[in-house]
């Protein structure tokens, strides 16, 4: 048996390589296209015209949904490791996989409401995304800690903590930057006066996605020793 069919490690494998290529595919078709500069766009910018914003959008749809799967799949973990020891709170445990949760959405809202069509609405939703991702990860790596030594092991646990404190530390210039960029074209010059705010924020963005993404590496060696089954109970 090849290693990523043990358990259920194929989730977290499928979402990192899916989700990378949601980001780095709308990229490469926007710049051959020349929709977008080859130097530090936002990810939305990636995805606002079509046909690239029509495969972000399909795209990310699938992620969401992974992630989703993933996000669920790693709460019911913590759910049966807290059965054998009580290390973990239940109700730390639900806070996450909600925030998990509502990331994904957040990450819907991004791929179907264009930040050139409806900006309000775009940038709520990439809000969301950042906010309620980073927490997530933030408690998933308290999580570990606190149910190791079961689990997770502590090379695992600190390389969580890392990813984790490096989206937040990229998350704040990601949001202040984008607060001083006022130009909405996806062309931008180093002349422009916003654009050194614009190449903090949009770089800063890039890492923040990735370290969310890079963070459900770690879950592969978890969820080879782990799997979900459906009980069907019928009752006449």
Excluded at 8 to 16: D, E, N, R, T
Aim: net charge neutral; hydrophobic share 50%; with cysteine.
């Amino acid at each position: 048996m090849f290693w990523f069919m043990q358990g259920l490690c194929f989730l977290p494998v499928f979402l990192v390589v899916w989700s990378s290529c949601t980001f780095i595919v709308p990229y490469l078709i926007a710049l051959f296209r020349g929709d977008v500069d080859i130097i530090f766009p936002y990810i939305s910018d990636t995805g606002a015209n079509p046909p690239e914003s029509c495969i972000f959008g399909l795209m990310t749809f699938i992620s969401a949904c992974a992630g989703c799967a993933t996000i669920y799949t790693r709460y019911k973990y913590v759910e049966k490791l807290s059965e054998q020891n009580s290390l973990v709170k239940p109700c730390l445990n639900k806070a996450t996989l909600l925030l998990g949760i509502i990331a994904c959405f957040g990450m819907c809202i991004v791929a179907t409401f264009q930040e050139t069509v409806v900006t309000s609405v775009h940038d709520f939703g990439a809000l969301t995304f950042f906010i309620t991702g980073v927490v997530y990860i933030i408690l998933q790596s308290v999580l570990s800690f606190k149910a190791y030594p079961y689990g997770s092991s502590i090379c695992v646990c600190r390389a969580r903590l890392v990813i984790a404190t490096i989206a937040a530390a990229a998350f704040f210039p990601t949001v202040i930057c984008a607060y001083f960029v006022t130009q909405t074209t996806l062309h931008r010059h180093t002349y422009d006066k916003d654009y050194r705010f614009h190449v903090v924020s949009a770089v800063c963005e890039w890492i923040v996605a990735f370290s969310f993404i890079c963070f459900f590496l770690t879950y592969i060696e978890d969820f080879k020793i782990f799997k979900l089954q459906v009980r069907t109970e019928y009752q006449d």
